[in-house]
């Protein structure tokens, strides 16, 4: 925002430099980010933050100059000479929705000659970024600038036979062309200003097109009215025009200023365009605002801001930022705050001013004496494991919980998947992050392929996040999930093996996670995932319980999003897998006998999984059958069509003796006839 010093001077006096006055308002809270000379003029840049909207209006910024500087505000005297007239004659108002519209004044100014406003009126606008058009538009969009209140002038003679202003709701469907002459479809969503009959301005953003103010207007109706900043701001975003106008009432106005800046308009039509100005104002106001009051203890304010200021300097800095107070037997203050203020509601607002006031740079810096050392709690210790192992092997990246729900289609989800029950969002930014993730397959896919654009061809990316799925009460139902993704091949040096980044080389990236984990008790069995390759996926059992899917994705998904390497992805519920997991670490005692290792070689038909062969082999051991490892598989001359060999080292130990030769063959006959019997396995 950009503020003219000379205009400001009209307001309070400023007799220290603008470098001065740029560095107290920064102090204060007013961050001024630059000073630029034009047209004889310094123009301040100002950042405003979003509870300090009061400030785009010149007078508002007066008092805080002058709060800081101690001189007193100059407001503009409205002198008006009114005709004997009466504004009933003119125009009566109606609020049918005043949750929308708390407040709608009106005031009629006759016989205006239309033409270009003064040259300083002029001026104040181009150095505030607007440019002048009539002497009747300039005047609106100036007292904006001055007072913060957004006007609007209508062309009295275009609103028909015996007019009258109706603020009401838009019908769906309805139209309005506004000012731009762009036709707008309106929703009931959305606040309308009508003559009774037609629309004629949509309510804080723009006025309509079919009582503009021309070089024929002669009468005119000024508008000064209160609108809820909320509805205008959906509205200025659903429509994209967001004006000067709706960012103000988006931000939160004064309803008691409404009057005053009305009858300024008409003071400076009475004086620029020479307008007759018809007796008393139309008012709508059907629950007038009762002004904020709020209570302030002197002795919480040093306590917050750890100071040792006086009552009476905490009463000093109210009346030098115009708050009416009166003090208490206690001591306490009851400050009733003016309504342009309309960012402070609490206690804790009121500290806020003094602390500007008095200068946050003299407040003293000190520790807290009751500091007290932080500890994780198991689940965030377990998260932190999680962290920590996949980051040795992956790089972690972080995507939006929005998506496109186009990607359920892209990663080919059945249309009954209830993973496509997806929240939607009540106001997207664009219809790419329009629902909530569901799971995390989208994002990493959308990841790989970017990186693959740019010629990044080993990756192996992981990422931690929420996914949210609709809730029986107002709020999702959040989980946390690990997803990782992987394609290309390992980095080769004299340390590593160049090796293809596959199914396996993802499993065992899954195992080394559950082993650290703590997860007592985890299997992968052949099982058909959505999005990901037929026969190439195993979901992932932990305590034979399912807490996840791992394989490689399908050619088609790929495909969707342009990656034509071949990438393997898995995605694991970690709320589920923190619940089985043990959280005692547990210790044994080194064994001081030594184990005995025998092998194992099996033919088995192709179809028959290492897993469930395990599994065979532990289920007919004792518990001296301490590892099984497999070793070789073999598919080749030698072996059968249709089948394979498989070939497996047993490890056996017990804790309390030295094993012998015929305890360890009676488990070996035992496994080799549970085998035979269970697979139809032959011995090799």
Known sequence: MGVSLNWLKQYVDVEETPEVIAHRLSMAGILVEGLEEKNGDIIMDLDLTPNRGDCLGMINLAREVSALNGRPVRMPEVVLRENAENIEDYIQVEIEDPDLCPRYTARVVKNCVIGPSPDWMQQALINSGIRPINNIVDVTNYVMLETNQPLHAFDYRLLGQNPRIVVRRAKDGETLTTLDEVERQLDSEMLLITDGQKPIALAGVMGGLNTEINDDTRDVLLESANFLGTNIRKTARKLAMRSESSMRFEKGLDINGVIYAVNRAAQLLQDLAGGEVVSGICDCYPQPVEPVTILLRPQRVNQVLGTDLGTGEIKGYMNRLGLAFAEQDDGRLLVQVPSYRVDLTLEADLIEEVARLYGYDNIPSSLSQDASCGWLNPYQKFRQVVTTVMARYFNEVINYSFINPIAFDMIMLPEDSPLRQAVRIANPLSEEQSVMRTLLLPGLLKSLSTNLARRNMNLSLFETGMVFR???????????????????????????????????????????????????????????????????????????????????????????????????????????????????????????????????????????????????????????????????????????????????????????????????????????????????????
């Open 470 to 684: 609709p809730g029986e009460g107002r709020l999702p139902d959040e989980r946390l999930k690990l997803g990782a993704i992987v394609c290309g091949r390992g980095q080769t040096n004299w340390m590593k093996h160049d090796i293809e980044m596959d199914y396996y080389y993802l499993k065992g990236m899954a195992e080394i996670l559950l082993e650290e984990t703590g997860c007592p008790a985890y299997s992968f069995a052949a099982a058909p995932a959505p999005g990901y390759h037929p026969g190439r996926t195993a979901a992932i059992s932990c305590k034979g319980e399912e807490i996840g899917i791992i394989g490689e994705l399908h050619p088609a998904v790929l495909e969707a999003y342009g990656i034509k390497e071949r990438a393997c992805a898995m995605e694991i519920d970690l709320d589920k897998l923190y619940s089985l997991c043990s959280q005692r670490i547990e210790a044994h005692e080194i064994p001081r006998y030594p184990a005995v290792e025998r092998d194992l070689a099996l033919l088995l038909e192709q179809s028959r999984i290492m897993a469930e062969t395990v599994q065979v082999i532990r289920e007919a051991a004792s518990g001296l059958l301490e590892k099984v490892t497999l070793f070789d598989v073999y598919v080749g001359e030698q072996v059968p069509a249709g089948y394979k060999s498989l070939a497996f080292r047993l490890t056996f130990q017990s804790y309390d003796r030295t094993l012998t030769d015929a305890e360890v063959n009676a488990e070996m006959e035992a496994i080799r006839n549970s085998v035979q019997a269970r697979l139809q396995a032959t011995i090799r």
